[in-house]
């Protein structure tokens, strides 16, 4: 089978590979869609943490079933994903029913050979019912799933401003299951194309524009003074890390999705005077992919709205590159195969 493997930052080669026979547990998958994600922009360019080369890329991925071995409520032939975070099962996260945060986690794509093939064999624990969705849908539900999980992690209370920093796909996910809950959603991104985006695509109550010199004055004008009582940053970057601490409301949360290799910097005595909550959210669980898919199916969320570029398979060592660019509009790039 054909596999395209990253073999080096910035350089990718489609190579020929050994097409996976069943094993005990396991279920071999014919690939459909792979989503493009952030990770692999970053693993593209060298910006990815806990990554090694060469490494095949990809872990949004929508499939068809071929067979699998401890499986008995899937069938042959269906439309699946999967959840690619391969946990242990045994450590303190896995016994605390937090296996998206595993301290030996494997995460597809990333410390393991990914999607980015024709055939894939992978946990037949990991694997999620399509429930009539798309393939394109499909692919979509473990991007979505990530800011769900964020979302959740934030306990949003119906009428709270929640303030999220970055509109890619990840911060767009975020922003529409902030507002399923009930939040009063501000987005805050540099690009005025995607804050356009939220405007009209994802009906985003208020949307800023991070390098205004004004944004904690309209920030405080939203919420009548108040600040947002919840920030989610889904930028990962340093900067924009550093700054949200100063939009924070007294008693409020800030989770971080968005992964940054640096160290980041706060005022204590700030920080301390707000009695304020940081988390980190990892990955997502079942319950987060059942929820965007429950979601999906009820017409809360419409997930193609997110597809901007589409490719074949054999199309994206060539078009790959032109997604760090901005400037192409892209918010996801989705590859077909078959």
């Not at 998206?100 to 064999?121: A, F, P, R, W």
């Not at 429930?131 to 991007?143: C, I, K, Y």
């Not at 804050?195 to 904690?216: E, K, M, W």
């Amino acid at each position: 089978m054909e596999s395209l493997v990253c073999v080096t930052p910035r350089k990718f080669t489609y190579q020929q590979a050994v097409k996976p026979v069943l094993t005990p547990g396991q279920a071999i998958l014919k690939i459909r869609r792979i989503g493009i994600c952030g990770t692999d922009l970053h693993a593209f360019e060298g910006t990815q943490p806990f990554f090694n080369y060469p490494r095949i890329l990809g872990h949004e991925l929508a499939a068809d079933l071929v067979e699998a071995d401890g499986a008995p409520d899937f069938v042959p032939g269906e439309a699946v994903t999967f959840i690619p975070y391969f946990n242990c099962g045994h450590c303190i996260a896995c016994r605390s029913g937090k296996p998206n945060c595993c301290s030996q986690l494997k995460t597809l794509g990333v410390h393991i050979d990914g999607g980015m093939v024709e055939y894939l064999s992978v946990p037949s624990y990991s694997l999620v019912h399509g429930n009539g969705l798309s393939h394109d849908e499909l692919a979509l539900v473990e991007p979505l799933a990530i800011g769900a999980h964020g979302v959740r992690r934030a306990a949003i209370q119906p009428g709270e401003h929640v303030l999220v920093v970055g509109a890619g796909p990840i911060g767009l996910g975020t922003m529409e299951f902030a507002r399923i809950d009930g939040g009063i959603v501000i987005a805050l991104d540099i690009n005025e194309e995607r804050l356009d985006f939220c405007r009209n695509r994802l009906g985003v109550h208020y949307t800023i524009n991070a390098q205004s010199p004004d944004v904690f004055e309209r920030l405080a004008a939203i919420t009548n003074g108040d600040m947002p009582t919840v920030i989610i940053d889904a930028t990962g970057s340093l900067r924009a890390i550093n700054t949200a601490f100063s939009y924070m409301a007294h008693g409020g949360r800030y989770v971080l999705v968005g992964l940054q290799k640096s160290e980041i910097s706060v005022s204590h005595p700030e920080f301390h005077k707000r009695e304020a909550t940081l988390m980190s959210s990892r990955n997502a669980t079942r319950a987060d992919f059942e929820h965007v898919i429950a979601s999906m199916k009820a017409g809360l969320v419409e997930p193609t709205n997110y597809i901007t570029h589409r490719v074949r398979f054999d199309q994206i060592e060539a078009d790959f590159e032109s997604w760090l660019n901005p400037d192409t509009g892209v918010i996801k790039a989705m590859a077909s195969l078959g």
